[in-house]
């Protein structure tokens, strides 16, 4: 799902911070990278704990401050679920995501593939439509929730 929009995503957050005369700082660029390693939706508690484990340590309220602002510069943005907290994913422009999102427990399934991406250009293409982002989601229940 990653590669070259890395840059592209560290780019905006840049310009973003660079007009607003804010720093982008050591510990964001940390919480910047924790993002990065869960490759997938996440929440502030998923980044505190892929921290924790690293040599450096950033309190709950420092991750959820940048998360703020990461969610203003444009480059994350929160997902619907029902788990009581807020779980967010990258935007990106190049971005082609889908998840499964149970409506009983919260949980999401990431399943983005290149046959998202194939289905998104079959209609782009039938209605000469631009693509900016694709974002698919399939509600219903889970494996789990079925059997309760
Ligand atoms: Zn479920």
């Not at 690293?54 to 991750?63: F, H, L, M, P, R």
């Not at 209605?127 to 698919?136: D, K, L, T």
Request: aromatic content about 10%.
């Amino acid at each position: 799902m990653w590669g070259i929009e890395l840059d592209f995503i560290e780019e905006k957050l840049k310009k973003y911070l660079i007009n607003r005369r804010l720093n982008y700082s050591f510990e964001m660029k940390i919480v910047f990278n924790s993002i990065l390693m869960k490759k997938s939706t996440f929440s502030v508690d998923d980044l505190y704990k892929i921290i924790d484990s690293g040599d450096v340590k950033i309190s709950k309220a420092t991750i959820y401050r940048h998360i703020g602002i990461f969610e203003n510069a444009g480059i994350i943005k929160s997902v619907p679920n029902n788990l009581g907290k807020k779980v967010y994913e990258c935007i990106d422009s190049s971005t082609h995501t889908g998840y499964l999102l149970c409506t009983s427990c919260g949980k999401t399934i990431d399943i983005s593939d290149h046959r998202i991406s194939a289905a998104a250009s079959i209609f782009s293409e039938r209605h000469r439509f631009e693509i900016e982002s694709v974002n698919i989601i399939i509600k219903g229940l889970c494996n789990r929730c079925q059997k309760e």
